[in-house]
């Protein structure tokens, strides 16, 4: 048996979504190609595309898809505000250093999401014509307020990308309610799929006009997407095994209940580590209005016995993986509740939780959780 991935991922997976990895398949066949349209279709729906967006796989991990978003979809003389706050958001202003794009930065603490009057004034104030945001922020996972950012950007006529990684399949986005111009994900985080394909899902108007934005050729969305309306197939050796997965858990998703179903399964998940955790005296960072249905961070407990490794590594014996931290301000650590993991899963985490608390002799505070309420 797989240790259970309380992590964001790469995750558990199904054991028919592994399976379907054991075959090998042409790149030219038609029986592949059928498969890789069939992706490319469902991603689409997923957003209510149908007719105004075009999905466009490209290899690597998350990162590769972000950044194959933010180059390939800006001009030489864009100018990007950027909404940080945490880990990704920092990694998109690196992307548009490296590139050289204008770009101005709003960055508010990793616990807190940005102010709306204030992302307004930024606005009215700057000569802007992209907007930058992160769906769920992984680093803490907060959620932030996607549709108010998303309508105020549509209002001032300026362009939406979306680094909707940790939150596509499982968190509302749909084209019908919101406007954004891009949106980038990946196979591995909330459609369970294995890692190794990200994708871009895209308007029309903004690809067709992307020719030539590209600094590199592996990452030119423009020409990858003209390679595969051409001919359906990929410019490049594809990743056969992960895209032959990606569809197979694509179809657990729909019959799951597609968003709904995923959204509302990681949010009872996310109640049992919330509550199983806090029952047992340990912090969580976010208060629950801002705590998405992903990954929940919790800080050290003050007994100065706590030793994350130890702690992480008694967790592991009992075939749970935990996540570190990435917090700049405090010590935390994470517990993910997305993957192919359900009720039962989360409260044997927490009854693991428990018994190495135990085991380590741990004193945890429990009055500091009071104070959230
Ligand atoms: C919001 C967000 N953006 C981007 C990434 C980068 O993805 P990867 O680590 O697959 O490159 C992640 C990874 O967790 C993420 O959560």
């Not at 379907?20 to 038609?30: I, Q, V």
């Not at 149908?50 to 390939?72: L, R």
């Not at 300026?158 to 990684?165: E, K, N």
């Not at 990858?224 to 359906?232: H, P, R, S, V, Y």
Request: aromatic content about 8%; overall charge negative; some cysteine.
């Amino acid at each position: 048996m797989d240790k259970k991935l309380l992590t964001p991922g790469p995750l558990t997976t199904s054991m028919s979504t592994k399976e379907a990895m054991l075959h090998d398949w042409g790149s030219r066949d038609t029986k592949f190609i059928d498969l890789n349209a069939s992706i490319r279709d469902s991603l689409v729906k997923l957003i209510d595309g149908e007719d105004k967006y075009q999905c466009v796989p490209m290899q690597g991990s998350g990162t590769f898809a972000v950044e194959s978003m933010v180059s390939s979809l800006t001009q030489k003389d864009s100018k990007i505000l950027i909404l940080i706050n945490g880990a990704y958001g920092q990694r998109m202003k690196k992307m548009c250093t490296y590139l050289g794009r204008d770009f101005i930065e709003y960055e508010v603490a990793e616990h807190e999401v940005h102010d709306i009057n204030k992302i307004e004034e930024l606005i009215d104030s700057n000569n802007l014509t992209h907007v930058f945001a992160v769906y769920c922020e992984t680093t803490s996972g907060i959620l932030n307020p996607i549709e108010d950012i998303a309508k105020l950007v549509e209002g001032k006529n300026l362009s939406l990308f979306i680094d909707a990684m940790s939150a596509f399949g499982a968190l509302p986005l749909s084209s019908k309610t919101i406007t954004f111009d891009a949106v980038a994900a990946s196979s591995n985080k909330c459609l369970e799929g294995v890692p190794g394909v990200g994708f871009i899902l895209v308007k029309n108007e903004v690809i067709e006009n992307a020719k030539g934005n590209s600094h590199s050729l592996s990452l030119d969305l423009y020409d990858q997407w003209q390679a595969m309306e051409k001919n359906k197939q990929w410019r490049f050796t594809p990743p056969t095994h992960v895209l032959a997965a990606f569809n197979q858990a694509i179809e657990e998703h729909k019959e799951q209940g597609g968003v709904e179903g995923r959204g509302k399964r990681y949010k009872k998940n996310c109640e049992i580590i919330c509550n199983g955790m806090k029952e047992l005296g340990f912090e969580q960072l976010l208060p629950d209005n801002l705590q998405a249905p992903i990954i929940i961070t919790f800080k050290h407990p003050n007994d100065p016995k706590f030793n994350f490794e130890q702690f992480y590594n008694a967790l592991s014996e009992k075939d749970f993986l935990i996540y570190p931290g990435k917090l700049t301000v405090a010590e935390t650590f994470r517990i993910g509740c997305i993957g192919n993991l359900d009720e039962q899963d989360m409260m044997d985490t927490i009854k693991a939780v428990k018994e190495v608390v135990t085991e380590l002799g741990l004193t945890l505070n429990l009055q500091n959780n009071d104070k959230r309420n």
